[in-house]
């Protein structure tokens, strides 16, 4: 005796995709360096942990308030080698005008190579 299912025809659910290439940029962007205090003059001693926003494949990412102005930010530690935080590091310095990244503010790096 054989079993035939009946699956109920889903409705075709279309998103319609966003036009990227208005929101690219048409010239090359400059090469970007590492700093070990950020764009704008942040230190990672000025930082103090909140709260763990969330874990991920490449570390963990904290809630931080800068100690003088109270200002909030997203701090990412990367537990992986120099060459993959440098490669997020480009992408998020090239990403400040795509509507679904964060703001980018600088990068620090321990002595012992790690980000």
Same mark, same amino acid.
């Given at each position: ?20 290439? $208005?929101?690219? !940029?048409?010239?090359?962007?400059? &090469? /970007? /360096?590492? @700093? !070990?205090?950020?764009?704008? +003059? =942040?230190? =990672?001693?000025? *930082? $103090?942990?909140?709260? %763990? *926003?969330?874990?991920?494949? +490449? #570390?963990?990412?904290? @809630? ?5 102005? !109270? &200002?909030?930010?997203?701090? @990412? %530690? ?8 440098? !490669?997020?590091?480009? =992408? *998020? ?9 964060? +703001?980018?503010? #600088? ?9």
């Amino acid at each position: 005796m054989a079993l035939i299912r009946h699956h109920p025809r889903y409705p075709n659910l279309r998103l319609p995709l966003l036009d990227l290439f $208005e929101r690219r !940029s048409v010239f090359p962007l400059p &090469a /970007t /360096t590492v @700093k !070990s205090v950020s764009d704008n +003059g =942040i230190n =990672i001693g000025d *930082l $103090e942990k909140l709260l %763990i *926003l969330g874990h991920g494949n +490449g #570390g963990t990412v904290y @809630k931080v308030c800068h100690k003088d102005t !109270s &200002a909030t930010y997203a701090l @990412k %530690i990367i537990r992986s080698n120099v060459h993959r935080a440098l !490669s997020e590091i480009s =992408i *998020l310095r090239r990403a400040t005008h795509c509507p679904y990244v964060v +703001g980018f503010h #600088g990068s620090f790096q321990k002595s012992n190579d790690k980000m």
